[in-house]
């Protein structure tokens, strides 16, 4: 979910004008930090989100505004081979539902990324909360700055957010550097037709159609690239009924945290931008 991606307010005349020094959009943090701010009140866009997006089978304490069913974790977890002795970096984290479900699951211990200063306290929160403050740390960054040091992490994740990097080759190279020599990148993401997303506020800086001709120029062995099944019914559930609650939602939200939510979910449902969701997994060599 991308809050703000399509807002019309105030458009930058170069799509690209909205992109910070640290390599994100800024109406992309402005957004998520308002539905952060807004998630303890949304009563109703949480049990819509749950029941449409990933069937409410998700652990309610490492619940997400993502589309990551645990099916899809339990694959990811699989993929990324990590234990008790490795560090897993989550990237665009959020609120750290999946990443600290993931550290949880493995043993591993958690470095979470995000721009959103709203998410990362949500994210700390919920770690205090399920016991794994000690071995879960948040702090900001993005995907073509996560401020890690080279080699920091034995495996690195990211769920449905590298589709809105806004230089995903600056993005993969970062992530070559932060891993260490046989460290596997596993990440689920949207491919974007650019012919369907042209002009648009972060949808249309960067499309990718295919993310494995730059996985491998990055220097990553791609191990694996499928399309996610039943992807497309759940999207499309998930933003109707958020179209349809656009109203109720901005009675229980406020409108500016709705207002990315709503724009968002029409883009995507009346656009249909997005031609396949796949889970890549990829090593960087020894």
């Known amino acids: 979910m991308t809050p703000g991606a399509s807002d019309d307010t105030n458009r930058p005349t170069d799509l690209r004008d909205d992109v910070t020094e640290a390599g994100v959009f800024r109406a992309v943090v402005d957004g998520y930090d308002a539905v952060y701010d807004a998630l303890p009140a949304g009563e109703l866009f949480n049990r819509l989100w749950r029941t449409n997006a990933y069937g409410s089978d998700f652990p309610l304490e490492f619940a997400h505004i993502g589309f990551l069913t645990l099916g899809e974790g339990r694959r990811m977890l699989q993929l990324l081979k990590v234990g008790a002795d490795d560090v897993l970096v989550d990237l665009a984290c959020g609120a750290g539902g999946p990443g600290l479900w993931a550290a949880q699951q493995s043993g591993a211990s958690l470095l979470g990324i995000d721009p959103s ?36 992490g034995d495996a690195a994740m990211s769920v449905e957010a590298f589709q809105y990097a806004p230089d995903k080759r600056a993005a993969l190279r970062e992530l070559f550097r932060i891993l260490r020599p046989g460290g596997r990148l596993v990440f689920i993401a949207f491919e974007v037709d650019p012919s369907k997303v042209e002009g648009l506020p972060v949808f249309g800086v960067d499309p990718i159609s295919d993310y494995v001709p730059l996985l491998e120029a990055a220097g990553f062995g791609v191990d694996s690239y499928e399309e996610t099944p039943g992807w497309e019914a759940r999207v499309y559930a998930t933003f109707g009924a958020i179209v349809d609650a656009s109203d109720a939602l901005a009675a229980e939200m406020g409108e500016r945290a709705a207002a990315g939510a709503v724009a968002e979910a029409m883009i995507t449902v009346q656009m249909k931008p997005y031609p396949r969701r796949i889970l890549a997994a990829a090593t960087r060599p020894d």
Request: hydrophobic residues 45%; aromatic residues 6%; proline residues 3%.
């Open 117 to 152: 200063s709203a998410g990362l306290a949500t994210a700390r929160a919920r770690a205090q909360a399920v016991g794994m403050a000690e071995r879960a740390r948040f702090a900001p960054g993005t995907f073509g700055q996560t401020g890690l040091a080279d080699g920091a």
